[in-house]
């Protein structure tokens, strides 16, 4: 696929960069106007002061993305999926436009010598050379113009700045008196300030501004720099695309066209109005465009709640705002000395807040904001502060003084380099980059000498390791029902001259299957003994018990067998002891005394028809939907086992006379673990059981709520006949030579292609065999109708299958 990106700027590279990091077979191609590689445009005031060259904030770039410098885009041509420049015609699958923004300004500064803008590498150059021997006018007093006004202040070549204010505020008009005073009054002498002033008149000769009027006065021979504010940068595309303020796309950033996509301060998302105007939401509209057109793990963008932070001389502003706030607002103002606290509120409910040298938790607030709780007046006054943590240094992660000075000298991290690996702070849009490696620099006299430096990775293990053993050590306490111990259990296998290797070997196959580290097998062993200490009530409703019967085989049991046998099964039809009477109060009893402790394990579909008579269980006649919903009410954990509970499975086939559906449609949950198979095997069953021991929550779960470690593998992709596919040696009918040599067995009907789930890793009967390695194609048994669809020895046509779904 040939991607073609439009513009040179952060939300073009980071674009790039992460299509690349997904899929590394894209072909992308970045055609940016600047003569630059893509740099970021937060440090451009370190071009302006020379603290910094262009190579020092240019954006890291996928050494495998093709970069076009000088290329302005003058046409695009849908039709034939090409763009022109000036010199150049490209072709593309997909087109990204990341244009960007433009600056305002009331003329052409292009055509002045002593006039400019502030957005790009070639502005600052000019603000750099231009600046010396004149007064320096800036017109604007919003972000952008504070931030270069700081930077003009601390250059010894500028000797006077005025700022011009057409209104009576700085920032942003909504804040207060108060808040303005202290940001005035930051600034040194060599700065003057004219609020409700404005530029009348401007004499220009010989391409110079001569003289310069204003409200207020008259300066001879100025630099003037516009910092007014900005406008998406899509007037080359209004007569090629659908376009308001900025190109409108849909919540995956694809415009009108469905090959053309845009992102960044160019696009306007049409559900919101929105248009970006910070780096996070940047990425998080690539993030949405990148899912949409690789088709994976689709994500929606949404706008979220901001946090903006300017660093402007002795002051510290902080600006959360929640993307619905608008002009319509209460005001709760808190002044302490030299800092506020100003909070913004609609139908009580925070929209909005500013802190100006503010101790007041950002991360609160924002929490405040997004959960959209109504909140009493008197709570902003004792809004949570940040004791001990020192002042915010990186609003973007949340990263306060001190959370840094801890990552340092805990991890002892050397640099800025050795941080990524703990924290992104100054690293999501880089503007407090410099403060941050401050930080790290003056850290260093605080780390042990003799810490043993460990990766995040490793520290996460260690940590997980201890919630693990934490918890089985809490299973152990405990005083089950079933009389059993690990003596009993080791006893079985002794008896089955089941030998300790062949335990442990087990023991690695499961801990490496369910895709936890080596150091997990000590763990693994005791949770395996600490089965029985779960009661676990197991429900047969419409099926035919081959999941439990699957591991109740008389002759040769495995290891998980034994397991089962093990496990504190208090209630089982199939298995347990009692029956009649005394097992309908059984089971009553453990409803009714353990609630939020037991596991409902349940095996077979749920019949619907005829409000659910046609599966009746126990002396009095209760219906398996019945039973199920009073077994599942309490339950800590449901658990749908085999094909039949997970989506209906053989019972659920067409016609489906008795309308029988899967346990978690049954229920209308979704939280409802499926394993599904026909049987499915009994170690992904231990397996997910463990993992609850050991956690206290599920493993990561795929879209149908299977566990990911056992199901996201395609059965097509790690069979041991795949070989034979790729050289094209299939067998043509059963006892041929193909057959004989082990070919291929996707002619004679095998589903591995389309099935997800661990069988050929995990294999039956302790990694023995399964139904491929013993001659027979796999059926597909794990996936969503598999009966309907799979249960053939036919090839499976894709296409006639959705066309059947047509009609």
């Given at each position: 696929?040939r991607?073609?990106?439009?513009?040179?700027g952060?939300?073009?590279?980071y674009?790039?960069?992460?299509i690349?990091?997904?899929?590394?077979?894209?072909?992308?191609?970045?055609?940016?106007?600047?003569?630059?590689?893509?740099?970021?445009?937060?440090?451009?005031c370190?071009l302006?002061?020379?603290?910094?060259?262009?190579?020092?904030?240019?954006?890291?770039l996928d050494?495998?993305?093709?970069l076009?410098?000088?290329?302005?885009?003058?046409?695009?041509?849908?039709e034939?999926?090409?763009?022109?420049?000036?010199?150049a015609?490209f072709?593309?699958?997909?087109?990204?436009?990341?244009?960007?923004?433009?600056?305002?300004?009331?003329?052409?500064?292009?055509?002045?010598?002593?006039?400019?803008?502030?957005r790009?590498a070639?502005?600052?150059?000019?603000?750099?050379?231009?600046?010396?021997?004149?007064?320096v006018?800036?017109?604007g007093?919003?972000?952008?113009?504070?931030?270069?006004?700081?930077?003009?202040?601390k250059?010894?070549?500028?000797?006077?700045?005025?700022?011009?204010?057409?209104?009576?505020s700085?920032?942003?008009?909504?804040?207060?008196?108060?808040?303005?005073k202290?940001?005035?009054?930051?600034?040194?002498?060599?700065?003057?300030?004219?609020?409700?002033d404005?530029?009348?008149?401007?004499?220009?000769?010989?391409?110079?501004?001569?003289?310069?009027?204003?409200?207020?006065?008259?300066?001879k021979?100025p630099?003037?720099?516009?910092?007014?504010?900005?406008?998406?940068n899509?007037?080359?595309?209004?007569?090629?695309?659908?376009c308001?303020?900025?190109?409108l796309?849909?919540?995956?950033?694809?415009?009108?066209?469905?090959?053309?996509?845009?992102?960044?301060?160019?696009?306007?998302?049409?559900?919101?109005?929105?248009?970006?105007?910070?780096?996070?939401?940047?990425?998080?509209?690539a993030?949405?465009?990148?899912?949409?057109?690789?088709?994976?793990e689709?994500?929606?963008?949404?706008?979220k709640?901001?946090?903006?932070?300017?660093?402007?001389?002795?002051?510290?502003?902080v600006?959360v705002?929640?993307?619905?706030f608008?002009k319509?607002?209460?005001?709760?103002?808190?002044?302490?000395?030299?800092?506020?606290?100003?909070?913004?509120?609609?139908?009580?409910r925070?929209?909005?807040?500013?802190?100006?040298?503010?101790?007041?938790?950002v991360?609160?607030?924002?929490?405040?904001?997004?959960?959209?709780?109504?909140?009493?007046?008197?709570?902003?006054?004792?809004?949570?502060?940040?004791?001990?943590?020192?002042?915010?240094?990186?609003?973007?992660?949340?990263t306060?003084?001190?959370?840094?000075?801890?990552?340092?000298?805990?991890?002892?991290?050397?640099?800025?380099?050795?941080l990524?690996e703990?924290?992104?702070?100054g690293?999501?849009?880089?503007?407090?980059?410099?403060?941050?490696?401050?930080?790290?620099e003056?850290s260093?006299?605080?780390?042990?000498?003799?810490?043993?430096?460990?990766?995040?990775e490793?520290?996460?293990?260690e940590?997980?390791?201890?919630?693990?053993?934490?918890?089985?050590?809490?299973?152990?306490?405990?005083?089950?029902?079933n009389?059993?111990?690990?003596?009993?259990?080791?006893?079985?296998?002794?008896?089955?001259?089941?030998?300790?290797?062949?335990?442990?070997?087990?023991?690695?196959?499961?801990t490496?299957?369910?895709?936890l580290?080596?150091k997990?097998?000590?763990?693994?062993?005791k949770g395996?003994?600490?089965?029985?200490?779960?009661?676990?009530?197991?429900?047969?409703?419409?099926?035919?018990?081959?999941?439990?019967?699957?591991?109740?085989?008389?002759?040769?049991?495995?290891?998980?067998?034994?397991?089962?046998e093990?496990?504190?099964?208090?209630?089982?039809?199939?298995l347990?002891?009692?029956s009649?009477?005394?097992?309908?109060?059984?089971?009553?009893d453990?409803?009714?005394?353990?609630k939020g402790?037991?596991?409902?394990?349940?095996?077979?579909?749920?019949?619907?028809?005829?409000?659910?008579?046609y599966?009746?269980i126990?002396?009095?006649g209760?219906?398996?939907i019945?039973?199920?919903?009073?077994?599942?009410?309490?339950?800590?954990?449901?658990?749908?086992?085999?094909s039949?509970?997970?989506?209906?499975?053989?019972?659920?086939?067409?016609?489906?006379p008795?309308?029988?559906?899967?346990?978690?449609?049954?229920?209308?949950?979704?939280d409802?673990?499926?394993?599904?198979?026909?049987?499915?095997?009994?170690?992904?069953?231990?397996?997910?059981?463990?993992?609850?021991?050991?956690f206290?929550?599920?493993?990561?779960l795929?879209?149908?709520?299977?566990?990911?470690?056992?199901?996201?593998g395609?059965?097509?992709?790690n069979?041991?006949?795949?070989?034979?596919y790729e050289?094209?040696?299939?067998?043509?009918?059963w006892?041929?030579?193909?057959?004989?040599?082990g070919?291929?067995?996707?002619?004679?009907?095998c589903?591995?292609?389309?099935?997800?789930?661990?069988?050929?890793?995990?294999?039956?009967?302790?990694?023995?065999?399964?139904?491929?390695?013993?001659?027979?194609?796999?059926?597909?048994?794990t996936?969503?109708?598999?009966f309907?669809?799979?249960?053939?020895?036919?090839?499976?046509?894709?296409e006639?299958e959705?066309?059947?779904?047509s009609?």
């Open positions: 696929m991607l073609l990106i439009i513009g040179g952060i939300a073009a590279a674009f790039a960069n992460n690349k990091k997904a899929d590394s077979s894209v072909d992308v191609t970045i055609l940016s106007e600047e003569k630059y590689a893509p740099y970021d445009r937060i440090h451009l370190k302006v002061d020379e603290t910094s060259d262009i190579e020092e904030i240019s954006l890291h050494p495998t993305v093709h076009e410098l000088n290329q302005k885009i003058i046409k695009i041509d849908r034939k999926k090409r763009v022109y420049s000036k010199e015609m072709g593309y699958d997909k087109l990204i436009i990341a244009t960007g923004s433009l600056p305002n300004a009331p003329f052409d500064v292009k055509s002045v010598e002593n006039a400019a803008v502030f790009s070639d502005d600052c150059e000019i603000i750099k050379k231009s600046v010396k021997g004149r007064e006018v800036v017109v007093g919003g972000p952008i113009a504070l931030e270069l006004l700081e930077t003009l202040d250059m010894p070549q500028v000797e006077k700045i005025s700022l011009l204010i057409r209104s009576d700085l920032y942003d008009k909504n804040l207060s008196s108060e808040s303005v202290i940001i005035e009054q930051s600034y040194t002498k060599k700065i003057t300030v004219y609020f409700e404005e530029i009348v008149d401007t004499i220009i000769e010989d391409a110079k501004i001569k003289l310069l009027k204003t409200k207020k006065r008259e300066i021979n630099f003037l720099i516009f910092g007014i504010g900005i406008r998406p899509v007037e080359h595309f209004r007569d090629t695309l659908k308001s303020k900025g190109i796309t849909n919540t995956f950033m694809q415009s009108e066209d469905e090959n053309i996509y845009a992102i960044g301060e160019c696009a306007e998302v049409e559900r919101f109005g929105f248009i970006a105007g910070h780096v996070e939401a940047c990425t998080k509209q993030k949405s465009a990148i899912s949409h057109i690789l088709q994976r689709l994500q929606e963008f949404e706008p709640t901001t946090i903006d932070m300017l660093k402007v001389g002795e002051f510290t502003l600006d705002m929640s993307p619905n608008d319509e607002y209460n005001k709760v103002i808190i002044s302490k000395e030299n800092s506020m606290d100003e909070y913004f509120l609609k139908n009580d925070v929209l909005r807040y500013i802190g100006i040298n503010s101790t007041v938790d991360c609160y607030v924002q929490n405040l904001i997004e959960s959209a709780k109504e909140i009493e007046i008197d709570e902003l006054y004792k809004a949570a502060k940040t004791e001990g943590r020192g002042k915010l240094v990186c609003s973007c992660t949340g306060y003084y001190n959370d840094l000075v801890d990552i340092v000298t805990q991890n002892a991290v050397n640099s800025f380099a050795d990524k703990f924290s992104e702070a690293r999501v849009c880089g503007r407090c980059r410099g403060e941050v490696v401050k930080i790290i003056k260093q006299c605080l780390i042990d000498p003799n810490i043993v430096k460990k990766s995040p490793e520290k996460e293990l940590k997980k390791l201890k919630v693990a053993k934490k918890r089985v050590e809490k299973f152990n306490k405990e005083h089950p029902r009389a059993l111990d690990e003596e009993n259990l080791e006893a079985a296998m002794q008896s089955m001259d089941i030998t300790k290797d062949e335990v442990n070997r087990w023991i690695s196959m499961v490496a299957d369910m895709q580290h080596p997990f097998e000590e763990v693994v062993a395996v003994k600490s089965l029985n200490k779960i009661p676990i009530v197991w429900l047969e409703l419409s099926d035919c018990s081959g999941n439990s019967e699957a591991f109740i085989k008389s002759a040769n049991p495995a290891i998980e067998d034994l397991i089962f093990y496990i504190s099964l208090d209630y089982h039809e199939l347990m002891s009692a009649g009477d005394e097992s309908e109060s059984l089971l009553d453990i409803i009714k005394n353990q402790e037991y596991i409902l394990i349940v095996e077979g579909a749920v019949p619907l028809g005829l409000d659910g008579k599966l009746r126990g002396s009095k209760e219906t398996g019945e039973l199920l919903k009073r077994c599942a009410k309490d339950a800590a954990l449901v658990i749908a086992v085999g039949c509970a997970f989506d209906g499975g053989v019972v659920a086939a067409a016609p489906n008795t309308g029988a559906v899967g346990v978690a449609e049954a229920l209308n949950r979704e409802v673990v499926n394993i599904s198979g026909c049987p499915t095997n009994p170690v992904n069953i231990v397996g997910t059981l463990l993992y609850y021991i050991m206290e929550e599920m493993p990561p795929d879209k149908f709520n299977r566990p990911l470690w056992a199901y996201e395609r059965v097509h992709d069979c041991e006949r795949r070989g034979h050289l094209g040696e299939f067998v043509e009918e006892g041929d030579e193909g057959a004989k040599k070919w291929c067995l996707f002619k004679m009907g589903k591995g292609p389309y099935a997800f789930v661990n069988c050929p890793t995990m294999k039956f009967n302790q990694g023995a065999s399964w139904p491929v390695q013993a001659g027979h194609g796999c059926m597909g048994c996936e969503r109708g598999f309907d669809k799979f249960a053939n020895e036919r090839v499976y046509n894709k006639e959705n066309e059947k779904d009609h």
